[in-house]
């Protein structure tokens, strides 16, 4: 199992005292667990798609509604991110969507125009793979392409990089997003679970009561899945790649 985000962070007193609360959950929540695996719309909202589980053997198929701007999301969040985002701007904040649902041949031309550009900025075919390959997933890869994730900027600073976090919808949302059923996917500190550099722009939806438990744990998606899910769900990383 992958190092954990949790346990990176803390010191040596808080890890035990996390992993006597981690135990606790996993007691407390044992019959809710078993349920998730039979219910499944629940567990539908739990699919995971990264470097190593792509979205062609999850067996998911969006459900598109539009949103604002012409974005398109799984129906399962569209109501959750529309609440989100007025809530964010009621409290002063200039909040914009840049991305939602992609297609698997939109993500084929976003992630080959990136390479593409790298190589024509000096870099060999290989080296351009690597480095795209920690910000922008392969085609069918993606977790845009579950329509369950949105990247979200703020409109003073909409450059989808890590000074999102500094800004003040960045905070807002880091802060409260999770009370709404999104996670920030990949935060810092996690490359080598995710698969991913930190992207305080992207958010993905769980779920209310999984996102809570991840923002309270300070874990990310994989970790929650390996404790409290299945071992199927568990993710072998092969530390020699060049992710992370």
Same mark, same amino acid.
């Given at each position: 199992?992958?190092?954990?985000?949790?346990? *990176?962070? !803390?010191?040596?007193?808080v890890?035990?005292?996390?992993?006597?609360? $981690?135990?606790?959950?996993?007691?407390?929540?044992?019959?809710?667990?078993q349920?998730?695996?039979?219910?499944?719309p629940?567990?539908?909202l739990?699919?995971?798609?990264? +470097?190593?589980n792509?979205? @062609?053997e999850?067996?998911?198929?969006?459900?598109?509604v539009?949103?604002?701007?012409?974005?398109?999301?799984?129906?399962?969040?569209a109501? @959750?991110l529309? *609440?989100?985002?007025?809530?964010?701007?009621?409290?002063?904040?200039?909040?914009?969507?840049?991305?939602?649902?992609?297609?698997?041949?939109?993500?084929?031309? !976003?992630?080959?125009?990136?390479?593409?550009?790298?190589?024509?900025g000096?870099?060999? +075919?290989?080296?351009?793979?690597?480095?795209?390959?920690?910000?922008?997933?392969?085609?069918g890869?993606?977790?845009h392409?579950?329509?369950?994730?949105?990247?979200?900027?703020?409109?003073?600073?909409?450059?989808?990089?890590?000074?999102?976090?500094?800004?003040?919808?960045?905070?807002?949302?880091?802060?409260?997003?999770? *009370?709404?059923g999104?996670?920030?996917r990949?935060?810092?500190?996690?490359e080598?679970?995710t698969?991913?550099?930190?992207? +305080?722009?992207?958010y993905?939806? $769980?779920?209310?009561?999984v996102?809570?438990?991840?923002?309270? !744990?300070?874990?990310?998606?994989?970790?929650?899945?390996?404790?409290?899910?299945?071992?199927?769900?568990? $993710?072998e990383?092969?530390?020699?790649?060049?992710?992370?």
């Amino acid at each position: 199992m992958p190092v954990s985000y949790l346990s *990176k962070r !803390l010191s040596p007193y808080v890890r035990v005292a996390a992993i006597i609360v $981690v135990a606790a959950l996993l007691i407390l929540a044992g019959a809710r667990v078993q349920s998730w695996r039979t219910y499944g719309p629940r567990s539908r909202l739990l699919t995971l798609v990264n +470097p190593w589980n792509p979205v @062609s053997e999850t067996g998911y198929t969006a459900r598109l509604v539009e949103i604002e701007d012409g974005f398109q999301v799984d129906r399962a969040c569209a109501e @959750s991110l529309q *609440k989100m985002l007025a809530d964010c701007r009621t409290a002063g904040r200039n909040v914009v969507i840049t991305d939602a649902y992609r297609s698997v041949d939109d993500q084929l031309v !976003l992630h080959d125009v990136r390479v593409q550009s790298l190589v024509d900025g000096g870099l060999s +075919p290989e080296q351009a793979e690597m480095q795209v390959a920690r910000t922008i997933a392969a085609p069918g890869r993606s977790e845009h392409e579950l329509g369950l994730a949105v990247d979200i900027v703020d409109g003073e600073n909409p450059e989808t990089d890590k000074t999102q976090a500094e800004t003040p919808t960045g905070q807002w949302l880091a802060a409260n997003s999770w *009370k709404y059923g999104f996670i920030q996917r990949y935060p810092d500190g996690a490359e080598e679970i995710t698969g991913y550099d930190w992207h +305080p722009w992207h958010y993905r939806y $769980v779920g209310e009561d999984v996102a809570r438990n991840i923002y309270s !744990l300070g874990i990310t998606l994989e970790e929650y899945l390996s404790l409290f899910y299945s071992d199927e769900a568990q $993710v072998e990383i092969d530390q020699t790649s060049s992710y992370g």
